[in-house]
């Protein structure tokens, strides 16, 4: 073994010393502790005997300085090197000991096995979120970002398993079923707020008040396809939805332990009635938030028959038809009324485990006595230049 070997196995074990929880410290043969200690002060103290009857034995004059045969009289300097190179020697004669008393640190990994309950946010970006918001100058989309915000930080702390999608002519997941509030939270943030034609203010001066960059720009974003993002949110329940909770509704036809949250401002552009069903055979519980219910927009753009006008309202049958709730962005109790609609849900969980591993430590502080050594022999080395007998 080279120098660079023991010098790679030092920084190792430094590495580890800074890493790991020493209130978790104990020994495998603690008694060797105190005999080590009781040993190493014997040895100290018997060394400066030792030392001291010789000093009175002979006759020596002491350098101050490090300039070699140059006579002086008996300086601190030299007896300050000598006792520190001592000390030098106590510190690793210590570690050494405590590396025979073999020291290990247990490691606890804990895992809370709790399958919390699964939503999944189904959120609209399509061309309308550009418009603003009735009797505002505040676009929808900012509205939709700011309510599934704020219901997910709300629920930080509830262990949802929980997915993100969002729908426009299309529908794309931005995050699959994860337990992370940072990682959704993320996938938010980094999901468009609205689609749109790159020419949508001068197609809609007045009403689309969205500025480039605040939009993603995309030619074919003109429809609203709600039924698009309850399909994708029925095929994540399908492949990744806990097998657990798929478990218990088949044992338990009445329980409810999955949701769907649907933001949108309500101009869906296809009628999503089979989609509902789809989520009624598999006892998902739809909640919806509309953004801007009045579709005063909509109206003036498509006049008061059109689908975007008319779906609006068959929305509010179908939630409450296929055993859900909708709700008002405006009405500012939304959140806490939608959190207090999941929290009914049923969640399944399981025994928690405690995962105990033992460490063996020895390497640190043996590899700390071997630094004081080699400090130790260098300063013993340095004194020499520093006395000589006449």
Known sequence: MNISDVWLLIEIAVTDALNLDWSELSYKRSSLVIKAATFIVAVFFTTLVVRWRQKRRSSSYYLTGLMPNKNHEPGIIFKLVRGFAWGLVFVSLLFLGIALANPVVFITDSMEMVESREVIYVKDVSTSMGFRLQGTYIPRGEITREIIERLIIKRKDKRDRAAYIVFGTNSEIWSGFTTSFESLMFSISMSPIALAPATSELMWPGDFIMKKGQFVESPDSNSTNLHFGLESA?????????????EGLKNNPNSKMRSVVIITDGAASVDPEPQFKELRKRKIIPYLIFVDPERTIEKKLYGENSPQVQLTSRLYVL??????????????????HISE???????????KKTNIKEREVYFIPLAIAFLFAVAAMAVRVLSLFMWRNV
């Open 341 to 351: 609609m999941l929290d009914k849900l049923q969640s399944v969980k399981q025994i």
């Open 319 to 336: 939630v409450r038809l296929y055993g859900g709730q909708y709700f008002l962005a405006r009405d500012r109790q939304s959140v806490d």
């Open 234 to 246: 029925i095929y994540l329940f399908d492949r990744q939805g806990s097998l657990e909770i798929t």
